[in-house]
């Protein structure tokens, strides 16, 4: 059974660093895809950055770029997602997701993704 577990967030001031992880047990698709998504109150949920279950191919969102990095761990199962300059429209639940790939990079699918964490709050302050 896969479990993915989440953790790292908290408060920060505008133009803070946070460090999200996503503890993954159970999971062994080798060919899949890992992802970080986010959903704000009375907003959609939307993907923030995929990559690879080998490592390769980030992709992130355009709001994100430049400013958040996914990484994984494959040793120790964990994903992490280190978000720098944070301004208050970061602020959202964010979600750890796993899932199939079905292209030569991780889309932002939800319906690609069908293990789900349950979330770890951000927010960001003025």
């Known amino acids: 059974q896969v479990r993915l577990v989440e953790s790292g967030g908290g408060s920060v001031q505008a133009g803070g660093s946070l460090r999200l992880s996503c503890g993954a047990s159970?999971?062994?698709?080798?060919?899949?895809?890992m992802g970080w998504f986010r959903q704000s109150p009375g907003k959609e949920r939307e993907g923030v950055a995929t990559?690879?279950?080998?490592?390769?191919?980030?992709y992130y969102a355009d709001s994100v770029k430049g400013r958040f990095t996914i990484s994984q761990d494959n040793a120790n199962d964990t994903l992490y997602l280190h978000m720098d300059s944070l301004v208050p429209q970061d602020t959202a639940m964010y979600y750890c997701?796993?899932?199939?790939?079905?292209?030569?990079?991780?889309?932002?699918?939800?319906?690609?993704?069908?293990?789900w964490g349950q979330g770890t709050q951000v927010t960001v302050s003025t």
């Open positions: 159970g999971y062994s698709d080798s060919n899949g895809c």
């Open positions: 997701a796993a899932g199939v790939r079905r292209s030569w990079y991780c889309r932002m699918q939800f319906n690609e993704y069908n293990h």
């Open positions: 990559i690879r279950r080998d490592g390769q191919i980030p």
